[in-house]
């Protein structure tokens, strides 16, 4: 069936560091969108990133990721950690004209100084 | 105003005893969801609802109900809640589109205790 994982469950990084969340998938279909989410603490989920593009780069807030469909990935990254980068980052695989999400687990990422 | 809301934000609950969780969206987004969040899980679609039509994962059709009765609120109804249903619940919305994807707008979630 299709599925998303997110391989690290905690990820902990030295501000000023780079930072990769990884992100692979599953899917029969070809048509498919990406998003990464992301929840500081007790505010809800809202999206960072989105894709539906093959090998074309996206980027927001300094975070970038790249759908690469010969891997089935789609890895979140940041040249350079901040503090505030500090939450909980969700990967989600849509199907474009459809619905419904398939979540990664989630990756807790902690910026220290 | 881009902002699901939720209520309540944290509910304590009997096990045995109904819960109802309310979502709002003021967006017009003609779908609501809703998902269950356990600890080290992904999120987990329960149902949601497309216009008045309610669609409901196989899994978890009859632990949970829901009703909309109009395009900006949706409830989560559990009628008898047991220890397995201590998570954090999060009410979603979207737009249908022609051909792109819909984005879902998260609300904060209500986190659910069972005792």
């Known amino acids: 069936g299709d599925s998303v994982t997110q391989t690290e469950g905690l990820v902990t990084v030295t501000e000023g560091l780079p930072v990769k969340l990884n992100c692979t998938y599953q899917?029969?279909?070809?048509?498919?969108?990406f998003f990464w989410y992301v929840q500081y603490l007790n505010e809800a989920p809202q999206v960072l990133l989105r894709s539906s593009t093959d090998n074309k780069r996206t980027e927001h807030q300094g975070f970038h990721a790249t759908l690469h469909k010969s891997s089935s990935s789609f890895h979140l990254q940041k040249s350079s950690a901040q503090l505030s980068d500090s939450a909980l980052y969700y990967c989600a695989l849509s199907y474009t004209g459809y619905q419904n999400f398939y979540f990664g687990k989630g990756t807790s990422l902690t910026v220290i100084p | 105003d881009t902002t699901v809301k939720q209520n309540p934000r944290y509910k304590l609950a009997r096990v045995g005893k109904p819960v109802n969780l309310i979502c709002s969206q003021t967006?017009?987004?003609?779908?609501m969801y809703w998902y269950q969040k356990k600890p080290n899980q992904a999120p987990k679609l329960l149902l949601f609802?497309?216009?008045?039509?309610?669609?409901r994962e196989a899994d978890t059709f009859e632990k949970f109900q829901s009703s909309r009765p109009n395009n900006s609120f949706c409830s989560l109804y559990i009628g008898s809640a047991g220890l397995e249903y201590s998570a954090m619940y999060l009410c979603?919305?979207?737009?249908?589109?022609?051909?792109?994807?819909?984005?879902?707008?998260f609300g904060p979630g209500t986190r659910l205790t069972v005792l």
């Open positions: 967006m017009n987004h003609d779908t």
């Open positions: 979603a919305s979207s737009r249908r589109t022609g051909g792109g994807y819909a984005e879902q707008f």
């Open positions: 899917t029969t279909y070809l048509t498919i969108a």
């Open positions: 609802y497309y216009d008045k039509i309610l669609n």
